[in-house]
């Protein structure tokens, strides 16, 4: 064989095999990587496991888990750390006038005794959770830099609240849906999101719950973000609703239902049963008050 030949031979048996495989591999790892890439970035919610590991509740009931509202001021995230609460609410904003920074309060208030980052500072001495409700888009961006400085030190479960999509009766005006995934989603990786509609209740009314459009338009905002979801729902609206929240809930293992209630809304516990009947106990959080949640475990539970 002459050297011609035995370069044709090399190429034919080991360059061109190798180049063909080397092309195999990559097409293959191109058409596998995105899939997989995003099947293990997504992530189901930890809050759960990590109260368990914690001791402080007994089963993977999400019933078990007890909220504390408002603590925007100094002496209310005080009382709330000593309180045997699982997860503190607050609301985030920011302060109307200079140093304009996030601070905790609820609108119509512009001002706080407390800014987040001294919040954060007395809550990474707990092993609380935490949820930071905002009614913004401008306090979000900020509020992300100064939660990713001191979330390192944070041992509890982050959650993340905003109104994204008009609800039943809701007439405040949500924050735009990608604006705010895009302020928040960079900065807390594997935080839960709690991505809600506005809502709005009126007594001796016929209350609409909530559609098919609200919860399929929620699930085309949520299906592409890796980070666990739960949608906070009012309780009042929920009667008419199962089909679609079951239907919703189907659609992820990432996502789960908060259950509030506003504080002058009538509730028929009963109403409740099918969610705590037939979804699964660990998917369901009610952020309602201690006598609401005792009505509701003393009802029959077929299920058990
Ligand atoms: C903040 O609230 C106070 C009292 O409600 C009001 O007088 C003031 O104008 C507000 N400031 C801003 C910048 O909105
Ligand atoms: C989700 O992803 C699809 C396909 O990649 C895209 O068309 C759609 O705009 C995305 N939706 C949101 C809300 O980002
Ligand atoms: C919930 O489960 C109960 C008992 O398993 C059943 O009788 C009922 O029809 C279910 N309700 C709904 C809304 O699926």
Request: charged letters at 20%; proline letters at 7%; aromatic letters at 8%.
């Amino acid at each position: 064989m002459g050297l011609k030949g035995r370069v044709f031979t090399f190429y034919r048996f080991c360059v061109i095999p190798a180049l063909f495989i080397a092309g195999v591999t990559v097409c293959l790892s191109w058409y596998r990587t995105p899939d997989e890439l995003v099947s293990k970035a997504a992530m189901d919610d930890r809050t759960l496991d990590y109260f368990l590991e914690k001791g402080q509740i007994q089963d993977r009931d999400a019933v078990a888990v007890k909220w504390y509202h408002a603590a925007n001021s100094k002496s209310k995230i005080k009382e709330a750390l000593q309180s045997p609460v699982h997860m503190i609410e607050a609301d985030v904003l920011l302060r109307g006038h200079h140093p304009i920074e996030p601070i905790m309060a609820h609108p119509p208030q512009n001002d706080s005794d407390v800014s987040l980052e001294e919040w954060l500072k007395e809550v990474v001495m707990s092993k609380k959770g935490i949820k930071l409700d905002f009614k913004s888009l401008q306090a979000v961006a900020p509020s992300m830099t100064v939660l990713e400085r001191i979330r390192p030190q944070l041992q509890g479960p982050v959650w993340i609240n905003a109104d994204i999509l008009p609800g039943p009766g809701g007439q405040a005006v949500p924050l735009d849906p990608l604006d705010f995934l895009n302020a928040v989603s960079a900065s807390v990786q594997g935080e839960v999101l709690s991505l809600g509609w506005t809502t709005g209740w009126t007594l001796n009314a016929e209350n609409q719950g909530y559609t098919w459009e609200m919860v399929q338009q929620m699930h085309d905002i949520c299906k592409n973000i890796t980070h666990p979801v739960t949608f906070p729902v009012r309780a009042a609206l929920l009667p008419s609703s199962f089909p679609q929240m079951n239907w919703l809930l189907e659609q992820s293992s990432r996502y789960s239902l908060t259950v509030w209630t506003g504080l002058h809304d009538t509730l028929v516990m009963e109403d409740l049963l099918p969610y705590r009947q037939n979804i699964s106990k660990s998917r369901v959080y009610y952020d309602l008050s201690e006598s609401q949640i005792v009505r509701l475990m003393a009802l029959p539970d077929k299920s058990h």
